[in-house]
């Protein structure tokens, strides 16, 4: 009786509850296909019986190959060419990563654009709506006017009573393309973060690792490359992309930037404003370590993400307390406006 | 000169009273990774630096070494090959399956592996045996220089799905890969309970030894599972 079916790089295997082999289904002995197979298994893993017929075995039994040596030449030919083409699709270089950042930032800008007048268009027929951005390109795509909000969601009541005015169908079906296509904006920045957080991980893992996907891939962004990133002094990358605040403190007598966007960083974003100075010194040694080894190595390397949990934890034992003499009341770095859009402000820090 | 084998495989050359460790070169007139080639009667031996790789290491420290000429071998963390390429010496009639994990180091292991004919490059992360389990069969030795804290976790799952009954297993851990601060002592304690009594395989350690002063805070470890006969 046929318990487990397995696929093996020459084949699929059918197994009984022993893990003997029932039937054997080859695949073409064609190594560029088997290597496209063996990429895709390994992508898209499969359940594995552990009581299963060993491969060599189960080739040789059903006749896949007659000999050994056969199936030791099929398989090295196979696995190389898998690895090869691995390759050349994860080993994207850093360059595709700053498109997709850059990618990213124009999309933001568009998608607030747009979410805002959306906001103010569709605002004229219900102004009693509380949202904004996603979720109201969402609503409106999904119900168009008033009178579609089914009566158990929790805003169908003050729909009805709404104090808008009504919406044409003509109306209706533009402000709904309209949403339609900030919804797709949305949907598009979700897959290029995808793509950022998957192809940092071959690019620069340690960057990644020190840092994550995101702040690591804009880091690289501003400095131009990996190279440029991993040249830099450290007192450098602690201010990437803090221009902004450069100029403002300039012309306004704002604070001095401390840190540009590894500000970002939890670490030191949910830090306490006295430590943060030290933090994001510590953060940006190790993400020019990082950035080092990714250039020039390019092998993870776990001990730089260690030793920076260890400083990090130091400088806040260290630190408990705020300073007494400055008699400072306004935590540094955060402005005293807070709108609705604040979150666009901090993702462009 | 004088040519001593230490085990089968793997040479003791003794070039003007010194001592040089080195495996016979299956490809004549290659050199891997710019070690010295060393001829003596028409047989061409490739120098191997312990101090550059742990199996080589572990020669030296008398550990009992399970790969013969004939084994299958699972690697797990092949970097760039520098030690597989001396396993692939020493398998005149076997094969290694190397996976290593990252893309960048997997391009001059591939480099290795267009040169030499028994192995089988693998770009995978070895947490996740599953994802090679189509390609791997049944090993005779394990052998892991990954570098990770899960160190014995990962041992254990390959061991699972890819160990021969009674296979062995060759461990390199890194202390400071498990744990910064603690005394690398302890973390070795650690790990071979661990490997002795965590996992749902058994595992008998054979000889453990640290390799200094090839390598510092490592321990090796040589280990067979453990498998009840109860039929
Ligand atoms: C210390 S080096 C190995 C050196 C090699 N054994 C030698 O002697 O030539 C560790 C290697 O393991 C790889 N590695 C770390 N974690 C891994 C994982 N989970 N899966 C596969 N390879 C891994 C690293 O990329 C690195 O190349």
């Known amino acids: 009786m046929v318990d487990m079916e397995f696929t093996a790089w020459f084949g699929k295997i059918k197994l009984d509850s022993e893990g003997k082999i029932e039937d054997c289904d080859f695949f073409d002995k064609d190594p560029e296909k088997l290597a496209k197979l063996v990429v895709e298994l390994e992508d898209d893993v499969q359940a594995v019986p552990l009581k299963r017929a060993d491969l060599r075995d189960a080739a040789l039994e059903c006749g896949f190959v007659e000999l050994d040596e056969e199936y ?79 009566e158990e969601h929790r805003l169908s009541e003050k729909a009805s009573q709404s104090m808008g005015a009504e919406l044409s169908f003509a109306d209706e079906e533009l402000l709904r393309a309209f949403a339609n296509n900030i919804c797709s904006l949305y949907d598009t920045r979700r897959y290029i973060e995808n793509y950022i957080n998957t192809s940092m991980g071959s690019v620069a893992p340690n960057l990644c690792n020190v840092t994550g996907a995101s702040i690591g891939a804009r880091l690289m962004s501003m400095a131009g490359s990996l190279q440029k990133l991993a040249a830099f002094p450290s007192s450098t990358v602690q201010v990437i992309g803090a221009s902004r605040a450069l100029f403002k403190h300039l012309r306004s007598k704002a604070p001095s930037p401390k840190h540009g966007i590894i500000f970002n960083n939890p670490v030191i974003k949910n830090a306490p404003w006295w430590q943060r100075g030290k933090l994001a010194r510590a953060l940006a040694s190790k993400i020019s370590l990082a950035a080092r080894t990714d250039f020039y190595s390019g092998e993870l390397s776990p001990s730089i993400k260690e030793a920076l949990d260890r400083k990090l934890e130091s400088i806040r034992r260290a630190n408990p307390n705020p300073p007494k003499r400055e008699l400072q009341t306004k935590p540094q770095g955060k402005g005293g406006k807070k709108t609705h859009r604040g979150k666009r402000k901090g993702g462009k820090r | 000169m004088s040519v001593k084998e230490l085990h089968r495989g793997i040479y003791e050359l003794d070039i003007n009273d ?38 080589g290491a572990m020669v030296l420290k008398n550990f009992e070494n399970p790969i013969e000429p004939d084994s299958t071998v699972l690697y797990l963390g092949a970097a760039s090959g520098t030690t597989v390429s001396h396993v692939s010496d020493i398998l005149t009639d076997g094969l290694v399956y190397a996976v290593e994990f990252s893309p960048r180091t997997m391009r001059d292991l591939i480099q290795l592996c267009d040169q030499r004919p028994n192995i089988i490059p693998i770009l995978a992360d070895a947490n996740k045996p599953q994802s090679y389990a189509h390609i791997v069969e049944k090993a005779d030795v394990i052998f892991q220089d990954v570098a990770q804290p899960n160190q014995s976790e990962i041992a254990a799952i390959n061991s699972k799905y890819f160990l021969e009954e009674h296979g062995h297993l060759m461990l390199s851990i890194k202390s400071r890969s498990i744990d910064t601060v603690a005394s690398p002592k302890k973390v070795f304690k650690e790990e071979v309970r661990k490997l002795e009594s965590d996992f749902d395989i058994e595992f008998e350690v054979l000889q453990r030894k640290e390799l200094d002063p090839f390598h510092e805070d490592h321990l090796g470890l040589v280990a067979r599972m453990f498998v009840d006969d109860e039929e």
């Open chain 2, 18 to 55: 010194r001592k040089v460790l080195a495996t016979k070169n299956i490809m004549p007139g290659l050199s891997v990774y710019g070690e010295r080639l060393i001829k003596d009667d028409g047989i061409e031996y490739r120098q191997w630096d312990p101090s550059r790789s742990k199996l």
């Open chain 1, 72 to 150: 030791d030449i099929l398989l090295r030919d196979v696995c190389i060419r898998a690895a090869k083409s691995q390759i050349s699709q994860t080993d994207t270089d850093d360059s595709r990563i700053i498109q997709a950042v850059q990618a990213l930032d124009d999309i933001d800008k568009n998608v607030n654009e747009l979410s805002e007048r959306l906001f103010e268009w569709y605002g004229r027929y219900f102004p009693e709506l509380d949202m904004t951005g996603e979720e109201l390109a969402r609503f409106v795509s999904a119900y168009g006017s008033r009178a579609n909000v089914p």
